[in-house]
């Protein structure tokens, strides 16, 4: 596994944690609901700690095209620039 730079990506990665309160292991390529186990109701959580962590709001609909790690990330550092 390579190791995560991605400061956005470790962020996700400890909301995850957060929530889910286990220990996890991620990279941007990681699926959140197949890799991480993660149902809907506990990504809506996750979603929920990365806007109080961010300070956004995530748009719900925005969720659809996220698969990855990677592509919240993402989807968080766009939000956070247009702010």
């Known amino acids: 596994?390579?190791?995560?730079?991605?400061?956005?990506?470790?962020?996700?990665?400890k909301a995850a944690e957060a929530v889910l309160?286990?220990?996890i292991l991620v990279?941007?390529?990681?699926?959140?609901?197949?890799?991480?186990?993660v149902d809907s109701l506990a990504l809506m959580n996750i979603v929920m700690e990365l806007e109080d962590r961010f300070d956004i709001?995530?748009?719900i609909d925005h969720l659809s095209e996220v698969q990855t790690v990677g592509d919240l990330a993402a989807l968080i550092?766009?939000?956070?620039?247009k702010a």
């Open 77 to 81: 550092d766009n939000i956070r620039n």
């Open 21 to 23: 309160e286990r220990e």
């Open 57 to 59: 709001s995530i748009p």
């Open 1 to 13: 596994m390579q190791l995560v730079t991605d400061p956005t990506v470790l962020e996700v990665a």
């Open 27 to 37: 990279t941007a390529s990681s699926d959140i609901s197949r890799d991480l186990a």
